[in-house]
């Protein structure tokens, strides 16, 4: 969802809607997300072992406002593309930056099979295309420019497939598990919202499933409680 505080513009998204974290989504959505237009976008990953009643759940989600995107295929690595992906695995992604370990024309089927599997099962195309840990990896312009969205999400901001302009946008993270993510997300959150307010930039708000129940969970509550105040 996107939305206007008195200070910033802002987009609220909730990533990593899979079968595993479907509940810890549900009870995001049902506590923080229940007034009217208060709806953010969900990043679903298509390639899971997803059950019908999960998929209706998702399509009634959408008719209540949420905006659906694709993330991703399986969210997951089964291997590393080189040392860079090690490297990226090892201080931020983890093992879910998959596109990191394919080559060009493999992220560029990975991203139509995920935009395809939305009209396979019946659900709204999706908006656009973020990739997991926002990792794009080593795709050619001429591949980017075939994939099947308007605009791909990165760390920085919006890229456009086309002509591959960045929109620039900041991102607030509070997937907080361990202290060192918890004092380096706090950093990265205040100097994001300075400079939002600063460059009249949109604000990304990220929150994972299991925000909730980490150690940045106060501050992440207390800026969508903010927000609410704002949309009252």
């Not at 909730?14 to 810890?24: A, G, K, L, Y």
């Not at 040392?83 to 992604?93: E, F, G, P, V």
């Not at 969205?149 to 960045?166: A, C, I, M, S, W």
């Not at 800026?223 to 609410?228: A, D, R, S």
């Amino acid at each position: 969802m996107t939305g206007k505080s008195p200070e910033f513009n802002y987009l609220i998204s909730i990533h990593d809607v899979m079968p595993e974290t479907f509940s810890n989504v549900s009870n995001i959505l049902d506590r923080y997300f229940d007034l009217p237009g208060f709806a953010p976008d969900l990043l679903v990953v298509p390639g899971c072992d997803w059950e019908t009643e999960q998929i209706d759940q998702i399509r009634k989600w959408s008719e209540k406002g949420c905006k659906l995107v694709a993330h991703g295929w399986i969210h997951k690595i089964n291997g590393y593309g080189g040392i860079y992906h090690r490297l990226h695995s090892t201080l931020i992604s983890r093992n879910v930056a998959e596109h990191l370990q394919l080559k060009s024309e493999g992220i560029r089927e990975l991203m139509q099979n995920a935009f395809d599997w939305f009209s396979e099962v019946d659900l709204p195309k999706p908006e656009y295309y973020v990739p997991p840990a926002w990792a794009l990896g080593f795709i050619k312009p001429e591949d980017l420019q075939k994939v099947p969205y308007n605009k791909v999400e990165v760390t920085r901001g919006f890229l456009n497939p086309q002509d591959r302009q960045l929109s620039k946008s900041p991102v607030l993270g509070y997937e907080a598990d361990t202290l060192f993510r918890a004092w380096f997300l706090k950093k990265w959150n205040a100097r994001c919202t300075r400079i939002a307010v600063r460059e009249r930039q949109l604000l990304r708000i990220s929150i994972h499933p299991y925000d909730f129940e980490y150690r940045l969970k106060s501050d992440l509550e207390q800026l969508l409680q903010f927000l609410k105040n704002a949309v009252l």
